[in-house]
């Protein structure tokens, strides 16, 4: 879940399989705007030393895709705008620090001046193949891009073959540890995918993420926490689109300073396409 970021279980009753044997595909006409409303937590905790701290933080914040072109090949171009932001930090004195996109005058100034830098302009262009894979990726502003190959940007891939009940597939890729989370560490890394349920409308998809080449120390662990996600996204089957995406990432690592020392980490996303 990138970014400390932004990051990500609703079950559909079986039905008719009416669109089974429809290849599945995106499917977005050049104009269209895709607008979704994010909410995420995170929570860090900390003990050292039989002494317990963390950090707490809730985003809410409005991402809207652009579809600017749409290819015979099924490939689609987009560019992503965040509209509108509210971030709320709570430090481990009980401090809270936030910036508000409605707000920014009574906003935290260092937030302010981060998060106005990329707010309410085009900031990555993507081109996307008809399942979702990333073909190509580019910053319009200083942000970084290489998250977008890992975590595509409707969260799954869809399948390489028709639909089917408890269909299964995989989705290798390379997991890159970018600043400020690493200096360019390279896993090999494999997202599992299932179809846990079908109907004429919608279709469930359920993932996780595993390592292939996990670590073995600490400190190679902890930044990893927030990159093996696991969650569901419901594709449209009428509309050829992700309509709601839920995803959590974390985990503990023990012993990272010390033999009484813990470290915690946990995430939980949800996205939800919206008018």
Request: net charge negative; glycine share 6%.
């Amino acid at each position: 879940m990138c970014k400390y970021g932004w990051m990500a279980l609703v079950m559909l009753m079986p039905g008719s399989l009416g669109h089974a044997q429809e290849p599945p595909r995106f499917r977005l006409r050049p104009g269209e705007l895709l607008q979704y409303r994010v909410h995420q937590t995170t929570k860090v905790t900390q003990s050292l030393e039989g002494e317990t701290s963390g950090i707490e933080s809730s985003t809410e914040l409005t991402k809207r895709w652009q579809v600017l072109e749409a290819d015979a090949d099924g490939s689609m171009t987009l560019q992503l705008t965040i509209t509108e932001i509210k971030l709320v930090q709570k430090l481990p004195n009980g401090q809270s620090i936030i910036y508000d996109s409605a707000k920014p005058e009574q906003s935290h100034p260092a937030l302010r001046q981060q998060m106005e830098q990329f707010l309410g302009k085009p900031t990555v262009r993507v081109k996307i193949d008809g399942h979702g894979r990333v073909l190509d990726a580019q910053a319009l502003v200083e942000v970084p891009v290489g998250h977008f190959a890992q975590e595509p940007p409707f969260a799954v891939v869809l399948p390489p073959e028709e639909w089917r009940p408890q269909l299964r597939w995989t989705r290798p890729y390379t997991l890159v540890l970018e600043p400020p989370l690493g200096t360019g560490e390279k896993y090999h890394a494999e997202q599992q995918l299932e179809l846990r349920s079908l109907n004429d409308q919608q279709a469930e998809i359920t993932w996780l993420t595993h390592l292939k080449d996990p670590p073995t120390t600490a400190a190679e662990k902890i930044p990893l926490l927030q990159k093996i996600t696991r969650g569901v996204a419901v594709f449209d089957l009428t509309k050829h689109r992700v309509v709601l995406v839920r995803m959590q990432a974390g985990g503990v690592v023990e012993g990272h300073d010390g033999p009484n020392s813990k470290y915690e980490f946990f995430s939980e996303y949800v996205e939800r396409l919206v008018p």
